[in-house]
């Protein structure tokens, strides 16, 4: 069966550092996601991605965060200078298209540990 | 302002009874909801997708309703087992948005 990876499983980062953080959705699909879940907390949305560009983006999503789908199947998040509060899971996710109503597959998560 | 909330407490159930689950938005305007299962540690696999014009979906001991006029969503898990245990998540896909908003999940354990 098909399925959203995501790599590192876990990174640990010192404050301040850049972080990538990497993801291959399924391969036919066009809609592509990141989410942030801090520890006990509620799934976020972070950035929706289609067609090469952002699609849309929360508050959350400020300018320390970017991400780019550089060779047609890995698409990535970079968090440019990590915070504390930036430590979290974060999940990735896909959808063949939005139109009618479809599932978000999601990957198993990068487990973020600022320090 | 806009919110997505399901019981806060955790529901504690005996094997073999119906576990009902809820999940009321505000501001919102779904034009499809969905429910999700999360495991510790591991990401939302997806259950279920009713749409704004049905009343009810099911599958095997799932059952979904969706009122537009209440705003709200209940799933039922019946005969429900100790590895129904998990937290299940609602989330809402609006018409003009490609996006999945989550609401804050309910943590379920069945006990023997």
């Known amino acids: 069966e098909p399925e959203v990876t995501q790599t590192p499983s876990h990174q640990v980062t010192q404050m301040g550092q850049e972080v990538i953080l990497r993801c291959v959705p399924i391969s036919n699909h066009l809609y592509f996601y990141w989410y942030r879940q801090i520890l006990g907390q509620k799934v976020e949305f972070l950035v929706s991605f289609y067609n090469n560009e952002i699609s849309e983006k929360s508050e959350i999503f400020d300018d320390q965060f970017s991400v780019e789908r550089p060779d047609g199947s890995n698409f990535t998040l970079k968090i440019r200078s990590t915070k504390l509060e930036d430590s979290a899971m974060y999940f990735c996710?896909?959808?063949?298209?939005?139109?009618?109503?479809?599932?978000?597959?999601f990957g198993q998560g990068t487990r973020l540990t600022v320090v | 302002s806009q919110k997505i909330e399901q019981n806060s407490e955790a529901l504690n159930i005996q094997e073999g009874k119906t576990a009902t689950l809820t999940c009321n938005y505000t501001?919102?305007?779904?034009?499809?909801l969905q429910w999700y299962r999360q495991d510790p540690g591991r990401g939302p696999v997806f259950l279920l997708l009713?749409?704004?014009?049905?009343k009810e979906k099911r599958k095997e001991r799932l059952k979904v309703t969706f009122d537009t006029t209440l705003k709200q969503s209940l799933f039922h898990i019946t005969a429900s087992q100790p590895a129904d245990s998990a937290t299940y998540l609602c989330?809402?896909?609006?018409?003009?948005?490609?996006?999945?908003?989550f609401g804050t999940g309910t943590r379920l354990q069945v006990f023997p």
């Open positions: 501001n919102y305007s779904p034009a499809y």
């Open positions: 009713i749409r704004e014009n049905e």
């Open positions: 996710a896909s959808r063949s298209y939005t139109g009618g109503g479809t599932e978000a597959f």
């Open positions: 989330a809402l896909d609006e018409d003009n948005t490609d996006k999945l908003i």
